[in-house]
């Protein structure tokens, strides 16, 4: 399809296990932006990548979270040793502009919702 | 304090109604300013755009007033459908000086027969 796509949809890990979810962005979109959404809460900055450039990391909640985007398209979001805390929903959004260039709209996958027991 | 702040809600109304959500940011410097509409296990997806003008799109009006620096949306005519949450979202440059977008809490609407 035309739109961002995740996978997995639903994932449910081991406390300690290690995971992998996967982003396809809308084929040509430049940014690339992962966020984590408690239940209840609003989607919160994680990462962004501008092309295969991580240029912005900030969010990341602890050195067991790291995201790659090798070849400028597909990300993956990869979470080590997966702690109780970690059960959330993980949004992938893509936009047009690049850096410097105002944000318009992003359009953002069905996300992976993640359960570690 | 929140970037961006939101009454979580629920606002409960009936069908035909009208009613408004409110939204504050804190980033004085920030330059674009968004509605995104939110369902139950579902992903955001843009609503509409905010203008210092403020603009209409059919039963929904938004505007924004950059010395208060809050943001809000108006709903008229209240259908079953518009039962979501409202997600205010503001443009935050970074550190690296890109644009983010920051996300409120949302504010959930359930609309009843």
């Known amino acids: 399809g035309a739109g961002v796509s995740q996978s997995p949809r639903y994932k449910v890990a081991k406390r300690g296990q290690d995971v992998a979810l996967r982003c396809d962005p809308i084929s040509g979109h430049v940014s690339l932006f992962w966020y984590q959404q408690a239940l209840g809460q609003g989607p919160e900055f994680l990462t962004y990548?501008?092309?295969?450039?991580?240029?912005?990391k900030s969010g990341l909640p602890s050195d067991r979270f790291f995201a790659e985007r090798p070849e400028g398209s597909v990300s993956t979001l990869k979470i080590q040793r997966t702690q109780q805390e970690d059960s959330a929903v993980y949004l992938c959004?893509?936009?047009?502009?690049?850096?410097?260039?105002?944000?318009?709209?992003?359009?953002f996958g069905q996300g992976t919702r993640l359960t570690v027991v | 304090r929140k970037e961006v702040e939101q009454d979580p809600g629920p606002f409960n109304v009936p069908e035909g109604a009208t009613v408004a959500f409110n939204c504050t940011y804190s980033n004085s410097a920030s330059q674009s300013f968004f509605w995104y509409r939110q369902d139950c296990r579902k992903e955001p997806k843009l609503l509409m755009s905010v203008y210092s003008s403020g603009n209409e799109d059919g039963r929904f009006t938004a505007q924004l007033n950059r010395a208060s620096q809050y943001i809000s949306l108006l709903i008229r005519d209240s259908k079953l459908s518009d039962s979501a949450t409202y997600l205010c979202?503001?443009?935050?440059?970074?550190?690296?000086?890109?644009?983010?977008?920051?996300f409120g809490t949302g504010t959930r609407l359930l609309v009843s027969p």
């Open positions: 959004a893509s936009s047009q502009p690049g850096q410097g260039v105002v944000v318009t709209e992003a359009f």
């Open positions: 979202v503001v443009n935050a440059e970074s550190k690296t000086g890109f644009q983010k977008l920051v």
């Open positions: 990548f501008q092309n295969e450039a991580q240029l912005d």
